[in-house]
């Protein structure tokens, strides 16, 4: 029986990186960050730790990027700096290539789990309350865009598989992301992915591309696992006609500031737009902003707010409905939302 070419990438990779694999297996590792052939770190236990596994040498390392770079289409040479690829188990893999990294070839894997947590585990886990929940539940019933805003590592993507439990049985739900790590429970569901550009520097398609294309599949609901560039005026524009109960992630350190880095974003679509008029379209399009946090260990929200419409001086306004308070370890209740009466 001939073997497919992702069955014979998973092979060959396999062999490659058999000094790690150790840590590919264990599921307590979310990352690993590879310095160089013998300096090798990851992500356990919400901390990150030295290990003491390593490749030969930069030979052998070398020979586990050339494989990557082959299964996406890219050759190396001198002016391959860095590159993105994505494993057959669904691992990211970000690649930093000398003489840019000058530790030697730099790669991150972050490890797509196998299965994804529900909002009662995170209940349980005390990330969110149960108050909280019950909000979220009636927020998405409303169709309301959500917004989950966070650092690196927050476990933003770890929260919109989570909170995508509530959408209903009968939507139709189009995902649009960069590595493909959603893992809805819907059976409605089309999976998009961005594709790389190939040796030639052509073939590319992008977030804004599957934007586009997933506005002519009849959407109920659009899931943008992270914006980070142009992407995010198409998304504030279909959020803003008729795609209603839409969500993504944005790097941000306070709901406030997550409206503010949207507002960024669109802007490097390169459209003339009065920022008084982007401004409105983004506090039109986000109802509600998720705030994550990290402390020590412990994922969780740090805050709910509802986006208000801007002030008369033109700037963002939220009220915060819920805020995570240190001393008492626990995500409290601060106000209703003005549209309480339709929960």
């Known amino acids: 029986m001939s073997l497919s070419t992702e069955q014979i990438y998973e092979t060959t990779l396999g062999y ?58 890219l050759r190396l040479n001198a002016e391959t700096a860095r590159f993105d690829a994505r494993l057959p188990q669904g691992h990211r893999v970000h690649v930093v290539m000398p003489p840019v990294s000058r530790v030697g070839i730099s790669i991150t894997i972050r490890k797509h789990t196998k299965s ?33 805003s966070g650092g690196t590592g927050t476990g933003k993507t770890t929260f919109i598989n989570a909170l995508s439990e509530l959408i209903p049985e009968e ?39 599957l934007l586009h294309s997933s506005l002519r599949m009849r959407p109920d609901r659009i899931i943008v696992g992270e914006c980070r560039g142009g992407e995010a005026l198409d998304l504030l524009q279909a959020m803003n ?8 992630t944005v790097h941000a350190n306070t709901p406030l500031e997550s409206l503010r880095r949207l507002e960024t974003l669109a802007l490097f679509a390169g459209e003339e737009i009065p920022l008084r008029f982007l401004r409105a379209q983004v ?14 260990g412990k994922r969780s929200v740090a805050s709910i707010a509802e986006v208000l419409p801007l002030t008369d001086d033109g700037e963002y306004e939220v009220l915060e409905l819920f805020s995570y308070d240190f001393k008492q370890d626990a995500l409290l209740e601060l106000a209703s939302p003005t549209f309480a009466d339709r929960l």
Do not use: W
Not at 182 to 202: F, I
């Open 116 to 148: 994804s947590l529900a909002l009662a585990d995170l209940v349980k886990s005390g990330s969110i309350s149960e108050a909280a929940r019950a909000f979220l539940a009636g927020a998405i019933h409303l169709e309301k865009n959500i917004i989950i």
């Open 16 to 73: 490659f990186l058999a000094p790690i694999a150790s840590l590919m297996n264990d599921e307590s590792v979310r990352e690993i960050m590879i310095n160089g052939a013998q300096d090798i770190y990851v992500e356990q236990g919400g901390g990150l730790k030295r290990v003491d596994v390593c490749f030969d040498d930069e030979a052998q390392l070398k020979a586990a990027v050339t494989n990557l770079a082959q299964y996406v289409g």
């Open 171 to 209: 939507d139709r739900i189009v995902t649009i992301e960069d590595a493909a790590e959603l893992q809805l429970s819907q059976e409605h569901v089309v999976s998009l992915e961005t594709r790389p550009p190939d040796r030639r520097g052509e073939g590319a398609i992008t977030i804004r591309d």
């Open 241 to 248: 006609t008729g795609h209603g109960g839409s969500m993504s």
């Open 283 to 296: 506090a039109a399009a986000v109802q509600v902003v998720i705030q994550l946090q990290r402390v020590g």
